[in-house]
């Protein structure tokens, strides 16, 4: 049953084409509208879920898929663009796959799924990311400071929580990994 949180992350996912092609055209201002309204309707779904106790397993697999998935492009294009530099996009990247290959391997071997719940340190960084996208993208669409002061210290943030978080999911998942070891002997 396709639910109205789980309409709103499916617009979401409709969205990430949209923000990729006014991004590579350039097309700042358009592309930071569509951002932040794709963010509205993560907020928005997430609060509409809680309230109407609509939660589903679709929208659990959903609406995190659609988030990485508009935060990911979107660092890809802007470091293409050279709005970013690369390392940042390879670091963001790389810590979503050390997570989800993590998990990954846990189900295989262990044949169950490891419960997952975001973090305080992992929602700041998801946090920083929209935020280093959204910073990036509304200043190239109207620059307003120097935009390498600024957006040095917004993007070291994102490093900083994006690497600290890895570490504190994979430390979680090795903690699990060694419980479920004992249980098992």
């Given at each position: 049953m396709?639910t109205?949180p789980n309409?709103l992350?499916l617009?979401?996912i409709l969205?990430?084409?949209?923000v990729?092609?006014?991004?590579?055209r350039?097309?700042?201002?358009?592309?930071?509208?569509v951002?932040?309204?794709?963010?509205?309707t993560?907020?928005?779904?997430?609060?509409?879920?809680?309230?109407?106790?609509?939660?589903?397993d679709?929208?659990?697999?959903?609406?995190?898929?659609?988030d990485?998935?508009?935060?990911v492009?979107?660092?890809?294009?802007?470091a293409?663009?050279?709005?970013?530099?690369?390392?940042i996009v390879?670091?963001?990247?790389s810590?979503?796959?050390i997570?989800v290959t993590?998990?990954?391997?846990?189900h295989?071997?262990?044949?169950?799924?490891?419960?997952?719940?975001?973090?305080?340190?992992g929602k700041?960084?998801?946090?920083?990311?929209?935020?280093?996208?959204?910073?990036?993208?509304m200043?190239?669409?109207?620059?307003?400071?120097?935009?390498?002061q600024?957006?040095?210290?917004?993007?070291?943030?994102?490093?900083?929580t994006?690497a600290?978080?890895?570490?504190?999911?994979?430390y979680?998942g090795?903690?699990?990994q060694?419980?479920?070891?004992k249980?098992?002997?």
């Amino acid at each position: 049953m396709l639910t109205l949180p789980n309409f709103l992350t499916l617009l979401r996912i409709l969205a990430i084409p949209v923000v990729v092609v006014l991004l590579t055209r350039e097309a700042y201002a358009p592309a930071f509208i569509v951002f932040m309204l794709a963010g509205v309707t993560d907020a928005v779904d997430g609060a509409i879920a809680r309230i109407m106790d609509s939660k589903s397993d679709l929208g659990a697999l959903l609406d995190p898929m659609a988030d990485k998935l508009l935060m990911v492009s979107s660092f890809v294009v802007l470091a293409i663009n050279k709005a970013i530099p690369l390392w940042i996009v390879a670091l963001v990247i790389s810590r979503d796959m050390i997570i989800v290959t993590g998990y990954a391997m846990m189900h295989l071997v262990y044949g169950e799924a490891m419960k997952i719940a975001p973090t305080r340190l992992g929602k700041a960084n998801t946090f920083f990311e929209l935020f280093t996208i959204a910073f990036v993208v509304m200043h190239l669409a109207r620059p307003v400071l120097p935009l390498e002061q600024v957006t040095g210290v917004v993007i070291c943030l994102t490093a900083l929580t994006s690497a600290a978080s890895c570490v504190q999911y994979v430390y979680a998942g090795l903690l699990w990994q060694q419980r479920r070891g004992k249980d098992e002997g």
